[in-house]
């Protein structure tokens, strides 16, 4: 069963940055296409950032040019640097595959206050 650990969010003024880390177990992280997810209150979950294992990326048109999602295969890991940060990215970050088909784990917290 693959476990997803997000960390790295907070609280953080209109303008500045946060840089989040989704660490994946098991051995075929580098196989798989990779996706940031965000969920605000009262909102469905949306997908905000992909990449896929040959690092072509995609992303939200709200979050374009401000957002990168690189990841690390050798450490299974995958990040999300969030940059020129605004009140509507306020949300419990995610990070899943491409197609959302692991146990979605606890989120990570980003406040950006105004």
């Known amino acids: 069963q693959v476990q997803l650990v997000e960390s790295g969010g907070g609280l953080v003024q209109a303008g500045g940055s946060l840089r989040l880390s989704c660490v994946a177990s098991?051995?075929?992280?580098?196989?798989?296409?990779m996706g940031w997810y965000r969920q605000a209150p009262g909102k469905q979950r949306e997908l905000v950032a992909s990449i896929a294992s040959g690092s072509y990326t995609n992303y939200a048109d709200s979050v374009k040019g401000r957002f990168t999602i690189p990841r690390d295969n050798a450490r299974n890991t995958m990040y999300l640097q969030m940059n020129s940060l605004k009140p509507e990215d306020t949300a419990v970050y995610y990070c899943?595959?491409?197609?959302?088909?692991?146990?979605w784990g606890q989120g990570t917290q980003v406040t950006v206050s105004s």
């Open positions: 899943n595959s491409r197609m959302a088909q692991w146990p």
């Open positions: 098991g051995s075929f992280f580098s196989l798989v296409s």
